[in-house]
């Protein structure tokens, strides 16, 4: 980020204890740690307003586990690390499911579960295996070695504990039910650190912070140099329908190894997301926030292929900026040479699986120094 000297002219001073940077669904949580279990004054500030960015612009699905099959990830990551990041994902919608349940807002969910669907007999066999995998470390799932929609799929692995929620409104309840001051349109350009103070340089403020939290996702790269090349800036993008008379399938779904996803919306709408595994030079490792043609285009086709009975007009389009770790898991820890500036990011698509259990392991990590497991930098050694 930048901001010009014209920008800053009326810059304040403040002294802050915890600074939350990003307002979206994971600096909520943050915040909420922060303050209601450390009893931190924390102050969030963000360069928009909370739920503007990704955390409001996703599909709402809160699914199980990582980005990736089952046992891929056990092949990858290992056996351990598998199965607690799966733990991970259950923290973090047992979390969300607290705060929609107690809060003020009237927060949407759908405790629908979700359906993982093949769209090739070869990726119909990896659903197998990840099913077999699954079952063996005793998670809830349902194999269907055929289409359970009856639309063209090969496969399926329903995961009845998964759920659709509305993303936006989830995001700005967990900042009223954070207690802390949100102070929005302000953005970060610079962050010093001088013995046990943190300077954050912002539009607005010059802040004094005992300690900072980034949960800044794709913007990361921007704030600091040190996530250049380890959080990499990923545009999605989705369409929604007119309203229907009859929903199309009862679960949030998603296929094509997870680069596909469609579910019902709230007011009877359907929504369609995905595509850029077919455009990967012009959606990986962009930040600007636009319609591609080609995406979209890409999407019509889908919605004609595999849900030709929705028939309503495309009433709106839009995209979205994720933050793709380079390892594929999430980023806690602090950085380098700033002990007292933290961060909890790259959530590779998957931030509502897996941010709000990351952003307190985050939490305690910078005020405790406690291991964040899987997901802490102290992986790379």
Same mark, same amino acid.
């Given at each position: 980020?930048?901001?010009?000297?014209?920008?800053?002219?009326?810059?304040?001073?403040?002294?802050?204890?915890?600074?939350?940077?990003?307002?979206?669904?994971?600096?909520?949580?943050?915040?909420?740690?922060?303050?209601?279990?450390?009893?931190?004054?924390?102050?969030?500030?963000?360069?928009?307003?909370?739920?503007?960015?990704?955390?409001?612009?996703?599909?709402?699905?809160?699914?199980?586990?990582?980005?990736?099959?089952?046992?891929?990830?056990?092949?990858?990551?290992?056996?351990?690390?598998?199965?607690?990041?799966?733990?991970?994902?259950?923290?973090?919608?047992?979390?969300?499911?607290?705060?929609?349940?107690?809060?003020?807002?009237?927060?949407?969910?759908?405790?629908?579960?979700?359906?993982?669907?093949?769209?090739?007999?070869?990726?119909?066999?990896?659903?197998?295996?990840?099913?077999?995998?699954?079952?063996?470390?005793?998670?809830?799932? =349902?194999?269907? %070695?055929? *289409?359970? /929609?009856?639309?063209?799929?090969? +496969?399926?692995?329903?995961?009845? !504990?998964?759920?659709?929620?509305?993303?936006?409104?989830?995001?700005?309840?967990?900042?009223?039910?954070?207690?802390?001051?949100?102070?929005?349109?302000?953005?970060?350009?610079?962050?010093?650190?001088?013995?046990?103070?943190?300077?954050?340089?912002?539009?607005?403020?010059?802040?004094?912070?005992?300690?900072?939290?980034?949960?800044?996702?794709?913007?990361?790269?921007?704030?600091?140099?040190?996530?250049?090349?380890?959080?990499?800036?990923?545009?999605?993008?989705?369409?929604?329908?007119?309203?229907?008379?009859?929903?199309?399938?009862?679960?949030?779904?998603?296929?094509?190894?997870?680069?596909?996803?469609?579910?019902?919306?709230?007011?009877?709408?359907?929504?369609?997301?995905?595509?850029?595994?077919?455009?990967?030079?012009?959606? =990986?490792?962009? %930040?600007? *926030?636009? /319609?591609?043609?080609?995406?979209? +285009?890409?999407?019509?086709?889908? !919605?004609?292929?595999?849900?030709?009975?929705?028939?309503?007009?495309?009433?709106?389009?839009?995209?979205?900026?994720?933050?793709?770790?380079?390892?594929?898991?999430?980023?806690?820890?602090?950085?380098?040479?700033?002990?007292?500036?933290?961060?909890?990011?790259?959530?590779?698509?998957?931030?509502?699986?897996?941010?709000?259990?990351?952003?307190?392991?985050?939490?305690?990590?910078?005020?405790?120094?406690?291991?964040?497991?899987?997901?802490?930098?102290?992986?790379?050694?």
């Amino acid at each position: 980020m930048t901001v010009s000297h014209w920008q800053r002219a009326q810059q304040q001073e403040r002294e802050v204890d915890f600074l939350v940077v990003g307002a979206g669904l994971v600096g909520g949580a943050a915040a909420f740690f922060a303050k209601q279990a450390h009893g931190r004054d924390v102050v969030v500030t963000d360069a928009r307003d909370a739920g503007l960015g990704a955390s409001g612009r996703n599909a709402g699905f809160m699914i199980s586990g990582l980005d990736t099959f089952y046992h891929r990830a056990i092949e990858r990551y290992g056996h351990s690390v598998a199965r607690e990041m799966w733990a991970l994902s259950a923290r973090s919608m047992d979390l969300w499911r607290r705060f929609v349940h107690s809060s003020d807002f009237a927060v949407p969910l759908d405790e629908c579960g979700s359906l993982l669907l093949a769209e090739s007999p070869e990726e119909a066999k990896e659903l197998e295996c990840a099913a077999r995998a699954l079952d063996k470390d005793g998670i809830d799932i =349902n194999y269907h %070695s055929r *289409d359970p /929609l009856g639309r063209g799929y090969h +496969a399926g692995i329903e995961q009845p !504990l998964d759920a659709g929620v509305q993303p936006y409104l989830l995001t700005r309840s967990i900042m009223a039910q954070s207690g802390a001051e949100l102070i929005a349109n302000n953005e970060v350009y610079a962050i010093e650190c001088a013995g046990e103070r943190v300077t954050i340089y912002t539009r607005r403020y010059r802040f004094l912070a005992q300690y900072v939290l980034l949960c800044t996702n794709a913007w990361s790269p921007q704030i600091d140099p040190w996530f250049r090349g380890k959080v990499l800036p990923t545009r999605a993008q989705c369409l929604v329908t007119e309203p229907l008379e009859k929903p199309p399938l009862p679960w949030c779904g998603y296929s094509d190894y997870g680069y596909m996803y469609y579910r019902s919306t709230f007011d009877g709408r359907f929504l369609l997301g995905g595509g850029r595994k077919h455009f990967r030079s012009e959606e =990986n490792n962009t %930040s600007e *926030d636009r /319609l591609n043609p080609n995406v979209q +285009a890409y999407l019509d086709s889908y !919605l004609k292929k595999y849900f030709p009975d929705v028939t309503a007009p495309v009433a709106q389009r839009w995209s979205g900026i994720m933050g793709f770790s380079c390892d594929g898991l999430p980023l806690v820890g602090t950085l380098p040479g700033k002990p007292r500036v933290g961060f909890a990011v790259g959530f590779s698509g998957h931030g509502l699986a897996l941010g709000a259990a990351s952003a307190e392991r985050a939490v305690d990590k910078l005020l405790h120094g406690a291991s964040a497991g899987a997901v802490d930098v102290m992986r790379w050694g």
